[in-house]
């Protein structure tokens, strides 16, 4: 039978109210270790509360959201980048479940892999996250697994590995999807990607308007590489530019690419970074959700940036959900603003330089 260690009683804490609620669970939870890996955690403080629970000066850091990254690197913690397998394995992963399933299926067989048999895995989450749901997923995965503390509508779980052994390969986890717009060449996606494994409706009004552009272009919020593959099945000669913020989704449009003998430039970046341009024309489904919440900067920044990375007369195509105000946003910063499609919920508007 699986046993655990002796649980320490709570340590004393900062302020809890200045705390995230997973630093706060952790802060109050977590016993001292000699080392770790934060995975896709999502608050910098989520850092500070392991660090002061282990010998070792600094945590590895695996996280798949580029601005996340950045921020553990400026700390000064050392990066791993998934699906690479630490060297020396660290005793216990701090880790955020995700909002997809599928995603999280594919991290546990990856931690299953080579996670030592002692070593364990503290789950923090957001009961919107769904959390409440994560112990049955891991028992049915083999895994053993205890709540440890719940504060501020977030739980904390424990969990061991399972007993027997796993490999874990990449290849098991890609999902294809043949685009007839792209003269039925292949999508590649990994779990976590937007619109895994299918065409998402949205990009479905934009493919057929993708035929008159001009490059060099500019796939911004790239995801798997859709509109990147039908703007270069259409104009084989244009450069593709792709960015995105998830790792997964860079992998995935790497993937795209080679798998079609291509060969993109990917960025993987929190927004337009140090791109420089000059793009003849930018393609995008722009993202507004970051996690649970809905956030409009990087598309404030996207429209307004876009007149200094389009060569004049520079093009402007997006589709989007019909009830954000894109016409208002756009008319503050580009030219001959126009609704191309308005089709089951969906705006395709074009603007120029």
Same mark, same amino acid.
């Not at 016993?31 to 934060?38: A, D, E």
């Not at 995700?98 to 070593?119: F, H, R, T, V």
């Given at each position: 039978?699986?046993?655990?260690?002796?649980?320490?009683?709570?340590?004393?804490?900062?302020?809890?109210?200045?705390?995230?609620?997973? #630093?706060? %669970? @952790?802060?109050?939870?977590? *016993?001292?270790?000699?080392? !770790?890996?934060? $995975?896709? +955690?999502?608050?910098?403080? &989520?850092?500070?509360?392991?660090?002061?629970?282990?010998?070792?000066?600094?945590?590895?850091?695996?996280?798949?959201?580029?601005?996340?990254?950045?921020?553990?690197?400026?700390?000064?913690?050392?990066?791993?980048?998934?699906?690479?397998?630490?060297?020396?394995?660290?005793?216990?992963?701090?880790?955020?479940?995700?909002?997809?399933?599928?995603?999280?299926?594919?991290?546990?067989?990856?931690?299953?892999?080579?996670?030592?048999?002692?070593?364990?895995?503290?789950?923090?989450?957001?009961?919107?996250?769904?959390?409440?749901?994560?112990?049955?997923?891991?028992?049915?995965?083999?895994?053993?697994?205890?709540?440890?503390?719940?504060?501020?509508? #977030?739980? %904390? @779980?424990?969990?061991?590995? *399972?007993?027997?052994?796993? !490999?874990?390969? $990449?290849? +098991?986890?890609?999902?294809? &999807?043949?685009?007839?717009?792209?003269?039925?060449?292949?999508?590649?996606?990994?779990?976590?990607?937007?619109?895994?494994?299918?065409?998402?409706?949205?990009?479905?009004?934009?493919?057929?308007?993708?035929?008159?552009?001009?490059?060099?272009?500019?796939?911004?919020?790239?995801?798997?590489?859709?509109?990147?593959?039908?703007?270069?099945?259409?104009?084989?000669?244009?450069?593709?530019?792709?960015?995105?913020?998830?790792?997964?989704?860079?992998?995935?449009?790497?993937?795209?690419?080679?798998?079609?003998?291509?060969?993109?430039?990917?960025?993987?970046?929190?927004?337009?970074?140090?791109?420089?341009?000059?793009?003849?024309?930018?393609?995008?489904?722009?993202?507004?959700?970051?996690?649970?919440?809905?956030?409009?900067?990087?598309?404030?920044?996207?429209?307004?940036?876009?007149?200094?990375?389009?060569?004049?007369?520079?093009?402007?195509?997006?589709?989007?959900?019909?009830?954000?105000?894109?016409?208002?946003?756009?008319?503050?910063?580009?030219?001959?603003?126009?609704?191309?499609?308005?089709?089951?919920?969906?705006?395709?508007?074009?603007?120029?330089?």
């Amino acid at each position: 039978m699986r046993t655990w260690p002796v649980q320490r009683d709570p340590a004393p804490m900062p302020d809890s109210s200045r705390l995230s609620s997973a #630093a706060d %669970l @952790l802060h109050r939870w977590l *016993p001292v270790g000699s080392s !770790s890996l934060l $995975l896709n +955690t999502r608050e910098p403080d &989520v850092a500070a509360a392991v660090q002061a629970r282990q010998a070792e000066p600094a945590p590895l850091h695996c996280h798949f959201a580029a601005e996340a990254s950045a921020v553990h690197d400026q700390l000064g913690l050392p990066a791993l980048t998934f699906p690479q397998v630490p060297a020396q394995p660290p005793e216990r992963v701090i880790w955020a479940w995700p909002k997809a399933k599928a995603e999280a299926d594919m991290l546990l067989a990856w931690l299953a892999a080579w996670l030592p048999a002692s070593g364990e895995l503290w789950l923090s989450g957001d009961n919107r996250a769904g959390i409440r749901s994560a112990p049955r997923f891991l028992t049915q995965r083999g895994w053993t697994v205890r709540k440890v503390g719940s504060a501020r509508h #977030a739980a %904390l @779980l424990r969990a061991q590995p *399972p007993t027997e052994a796993h !490999s874990f390969s $990449l290849d +098991t986890y890609w999902q294809t &999807v043949s685009v007839p717009e792209a003269e039925n060449r292949l999508l590649c996606s990994l779990p976590g990607v937007f619109s895994h494994g299918r065409i998402d409706r949205g990009s479905q009004y934009l493919l057929p308007l993708l035929a008159d552009l001009q490059g060099p272009v500019l796939d911004f919020g790239c995801g798997a590489g859709l509109l990147s593959l039908v703007v270069q099945a259409l104009h084989p000669e244009a450069a593709i530019t792709a960015v995105d913020n998830h790792w997964l989704a860079i992998l995935s449009s790497r993937e795209t690419a080679r798998r079609n003998g291509w060969q993109w430039d990917l960025h993987w970046q929190d927004g337009l970074g140090d791109l420089q341009g000059p793009f003849a024309t930018l393609v995008t489904n722009p993202p507004f959700h970051t996690g649970l919440d809905v956030q409009y900067d990087t598309t404030h920044d996207l429209i307004a940036r876009s007149r200094h990375l389009l060569q004049p007369g520079g093009r402007w195509l997006a589709v989007v959900n019909d009830h954000l105000p894109y016409r208002d946003w756009l008319l503050q910063h580009l030219g001959a603003v126009e609704c191309l499609r308005h089709e089951g919920g969906f705006r395709v508007w074009s603007a120029t330089v």
